[in-house]
């Protein structure tokens, strides 16, 4: 474990209390929880290897570190961000996202899984279980940012009534996929 990886011996007070705050979302298979530090060696290969294709990678393991400090950090700056999906033996798959990332014109619905979690339907029942907090936070204006070529996750959002509407502003090879809650698929 790298340095920057390992939880402060002090401090564990002010995680407790920050961990309380954030919800826990149960679904039939998931537990959607706030991340923890020592997730992140499961999780760094989503964003270091060619995994990491369709969001900008492979990226360097800085870059990674803090695209994944970015994403934690949305609940203290937002009061939304990243959850770890879990199975319920709290095995790491990925992670959901309600984010509002730089030069993205709306927050965005987003998953993250690991190559041994894909094709299972974790991600589109973990955004389902993600959907009426995005709600509550901001109506129908939130969307999901698909690259093109990613028909895994097309699927996810068009499973969650979601529409492609046009292209990300940032990059014409990014796809805008809509939510409305007259759209959503049970």
């Excluded at 994944?68 to 949305?74: S, T």
């Excluded at 770890?84 to 990925?94: E, N, R």
């Excluded at 992670?95 to 991600?123: I, K, M, S």
């Excluded at 990613?150 to 990300?168: F, M």
Aim: aromatic content about 8%.
């Amino acid at each position: 474990m790298r340095p920057w990886e390992k939880a402060p011996s002090g401090g564990a007070s002010q995680v407790t209390a920050l961990t309380a705050t954030v919800p826990v979302i149960e679904t039939a298979r998931l537990v959607l929880r706030l991340p923890r530090i020592t997730d992140w060696a499961v999780l760094e290969p989503i964003f270091t290897t060619e995994r990491a294709v369709h969001i900008g990678g492979p990226m360097s393991a800085e870059d990674a570190w803090l695209d994944f400090n970015q994403l934690v950090a949305g609940w203290v700056l937002r009061g939304h961000g990243a959850f770890t999906i879990c199975d319920k033996q709290d095995k790491v798959l990925g992670l959901v996202l309600l984010g509002h990332e730089f030069g993205d014109p709306d927050p965005e619905l987003g998953w993250l899984l690991t190559e041994e979690a894909e094709g299972q339907g974790y991600a589109t029942e973990a955004a389902r279980a993600l959907l009426p907090l995005c709600r509550e936070i901001y109506g129908d204006q939130f969307v999901s940012y698909i690259a093109d070529g990613n028909d895994a996750s097309v699927r996810v959002a068009q499973k969650l009534g979601a529409t492609e509407t046009g292209t990300h502003p940032m990059g014409t090879h990014v796809a805008v996929y809509c939510y409305s809650q007259e759209g959503d698929a049970g």
